[in-house]
């Protein structure tokens, strides 16, 4: 190869490299946290939610969100307890979605509900620190009956009719 062409392809390399400075900040950039950032729960200035079918923590103010759950199944719909120390959520763990609860700062999550799948939805907390939810298991009518659950997995009805769609 003479001068003239080692020169041509010096020119060409040059421009190849300065085109790849040129963009490598768009290239390399750090992709944007979007996602799907469902049912969040709010106690204090922490903020739970679930994504990715797991349950995350994040603080009022934004920031790192930390991962409380890594099982493979769902984990959705996290409810602080009304102190805050603990979560209950939906997850279907062993099968069908039940009810589980964790503490809030993480650890072993404790299956609360054995309803078969027959549980509609996890409704929130009693002042009293029961965890409110919609069955259908104890449920004669086809809609579903709020329950109960205290601390010691005892369920207990309650005497609202069709209480769950807000009807009275």
């Not at 103010?61 to 996290?78: K, N």
């Not at 939906?90 to 027959?118: C, H, K, L, Q, S």
Request: charged content about 15%; overall charge negative; aromatic content about 10%.
């Amino acid at each position: 190869m003479d001068s003239v062409g080692t020169w041509l392809c010096f020119i060409n390399m040059s421009r190849r490299l300065a085109i790849l400075l040129a963009l490598a900040p768009y290239l390399f950039a750090q992709q944007s946290n979007k996602g799907w950032y469902r049912t969040p729960s709010i106690h204090g200035d922490t903020i739970a939610f679930s994504a990715e079918g797991d349950l995350w923590l994040v603080g009022a103010a934004g920031g790192l969100a930390r991962r409380l759950t890594t099982h493979p199944g769902d984990e959705t719909d996290p409810i602080f307890s009304p102190d805050g120390s603990t979560i209950a959520y939906i997850a279907n763990y062993e099968g069908p979605y039940e009810i589980y609860t964790m503490p809030a700062n993480g650890g072993v999550p404790a299956r609360r509900t054995f309803e078969g799948g027959d549980m509609s939805g996890l409704a929130g907390w009693t002042p009293d620190g029961k965890i409110l939810y919609a069955t259908h298991t104890f449920s004669g009518l086809p809609d579903a009956r709020l329950a109960t659950i205290d601390s010691a997995n005892v369920i207990q009805q309650l005497p609202l009719n069709l209480g769950c769609t807000g009807l009275l």
